[in-house]
Nanobody
Framework: QVQLIESGGGLVQAGGSLRLSCAAS????????MAWFRQAPGKAREFVAS????????VYAESVKGRFTVSRDNAKNTLYLQMNSLTPEDTAVHYC??????????????????WGQGTQVTVSS
């Protein structure tokens, strides 16, 4: 059973930065496609970014492209999301997710098998 634990969320002013981390255990992290999703109050969960296990290819939602960077450290079994130029629209619970053994980099939440508990990101104006 894979366990994912997010950290790094918090309160930041607009224009600020945060780095989220997701520590994985219980599986072979290096063989998972990993992703970040987020869910704001009253809204559906949405895709943020993902990174494959082959070559580290990345995919971003248009709303975060150029501001967020997803990365992974397979030696530490950890996924990261560097978030810069934050706006109030980025306020949400951010979740990491894992798709074991997936050669593609899906953007739909149903494609991901394991999820963390989420970490709150709040951006004040």
């Amino acid at each position: 059973q894979v366990q994912l634990i997010e950290s790094g969320g918090g309160l930041v002013q607009a224009g600020g930065s945060l780095r989220l981390s997701c520590a994985a255990s219980g599986g072979t992290f290096s063989s998972y496609t990993m992703a970040w999703f987020r869910q704001a109050p009253g809204k559906a969960r949405e895709f943020v970014a993902s990174i494959g296990w082959i070559g580290g290819r990345t995919v971003y939602a248009e709303s975060v492209k150029g501001r967020f960077t997803v990365s992974r450290d397979n030696a530490k079994n950890t996924l990261y999301l560097q978030m810069n130029s934050l706006t109030p629209e980025d306020t949400a619970v951010h979740y990491c997710a894992a798709a074991p053994g997936r050669a593609t980099i899906p953007q739909q939440s149903r494609e991901y098998e394991y999820w963390g508990q989420g970490t709150q990101v709040t951006v004040s104006s």
